[in-house]
């Protein structure tokens, strides 16, 4: 039996003939046509104004951040359970990260912590929509408007979701995407800042592109970075995002295949299927393990031919950070707990039921045989 890997990305619609475009037409740079083309179609689905395409969905936080002319020790409030690029892009910004914990079935940001975090610092909220249950977007909404803080929006697990009706990736004055394979759809590394703001919009296209000047190209009035998206990479992108609506289905459909295959299974806690705003669409599909370290039951999984992610591990447990002196002696019990007896199990595009099948059954196995 060959391994289930994780993920593995489907590209079977015009991935292949809109890259041989660029290949037949030599636009391969970010000069060519795909890539202001695949901005409007994102920003059309996304329902915003505009849409800046860049390599991947770590520069874009920095970006989006960088747009909103903080000064250097201002405050953002940000979940401790989400991947480094988000606090990374704080600290990068000269920002200081104020973390909260996450909730025990959402998995995401607790809505409760974070109004006793604001100070007369305080800037922005950065909320992160966490493996596909998408955060609750109108208490932060109007918390935000109350003590009149942005909202940074960071949706790179949630291409296709809605909330309350609404597109994931609508909600923040900034809000960004990626693009990364594991993504609902990919360019390969790619990422986008999406906006209303045309001073964003425009800051972050001067930023991506070094800060060349449309008069005198080679005169810089400020410090920018190359982070382009290429043309190659905007030709997946649109070939992907014809697809996105069936990818969404064919995502709930594995979520929900999971969820019926392991929901007899005592002490392991599955994703929410739905809140009373949104239906999951399963970015990954995770598992929380009661009393036996995610580790111990990845190992055997791998041993059976399974591959597994362990959970994110909680920003204010990162040496790097401690290093730094932030996060010393804060506590998150839920994120600390579910970082180590969460992980998630193969839910690439790419997997069958059969192999869905084959997952449960090992996990089944090993978690009674346990007892
Ligand atoms: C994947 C991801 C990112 C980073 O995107 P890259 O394209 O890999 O740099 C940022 N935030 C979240 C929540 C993600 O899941």
């Not at 689905?45 to 989006?64: C, D, P, Q, Y």
């Not at 000269?94 to 973390?99: A, D, E, F, I, K």
């Not at 929006?153 to 809000?175: I, N, R, T, W």
Request: hydrophobic fraction near 40%; include cysteine; proline fraction near 6%.
């Amino acid at each position: 039996m060959s391994f289930i890997p994780v993920n593995e990305p489907l590209l079977n619609g015009n991935e292949k003939k809109y890259l041989l475009e660029c290949i037949d037409t030599g636009w391969i740079s970010s000069e060519g046509p795909f890539v202001e083309k695949f901005e409007e179609q994102m920003s059309t689905r996304v329902n915003r104004k505009h849409g800046v395409a860049v390599s991947n969905g770590t520069v874009a936080l920095e970006l989006a951040i960088s747009s909103l002319n903080l000064e250097s020790g201002d405050e953002i409030i940000a979940p401790t359970f989400t991947i480094i690029s988000c606090v990374a892009a704080i600290v990068r910004n000269g920002c200081v990260p104020v973390l909260v914990d996450c909730n025990p079935t959402t998995w995401n940001m607790d809505l409760s912590q974070i109004e006793e975090k604001i100070t007369p610092k305080t800037r922005a909220i950065m909320i992160v929509h966490i493996y596909g249950l998408p955060v609750d977007m109108d208490p932060i909404l109007s918390l935000a408007k109350k003590h009149n803080l942005k909202v940074i929006e960071d949706a790179a697990e949630m291409h296709g979701q809605l909330y309350k009706g609404k597109p994931c990736g609508s909600f923040g004055d900034v809000s960004i995407f990626s693009f990364y394979p594991n993504k609902h759809i990919t360019t390969g590394e790619g990422g986008m800042v999406m906006t209303d703001d045309d001073y964003i919009a425009n800051h972050c296209r001067s930023k991506r592109n070094l800060c060349f000047q449309p008069k005198r190209r080679f005169i810089h009035e400020e410090l920018g970075f190359n982070y382009r998206m290429t043309n190659l990479q905007a030709a997946i992108g649109i070939a992907q995002l014809e697809q996105l609506d069936q990818f969404v289905l064919l995502k709930r459909k594995l979520g929900g295949l999971y969820t019926q295959l392991l929901s007899d299974l005592p002490n392991i806690q599955l994703p929410l299927p739905k809140t009373d705003y949104a239906e999951n669409i399963y970015w990954v599909f995770g598992i929380v393990l009661n009393n036996i370290n995610a580790e111990t039951v990845m190992e055997m999984l791998h041993q059976r031919g399974i591959g597994t992610r362990p959970f994110f591990w909680p920003m204010h447990k990162q040496p790097v950070f401690n290093k730094m002196g932030l996060f010393l002696d804060e506590e998150y019990p839920v994120s600390e707990k579910i970082s180590n007896y969460g992980f998630y199990l193969p839910s690439g595009l790419s997997i069958t039921p059969t192999q869905i099948e084959i997952v449960a059954e090992n996990l089944k196995a090993i978690l009674m045989e346990g007892k």
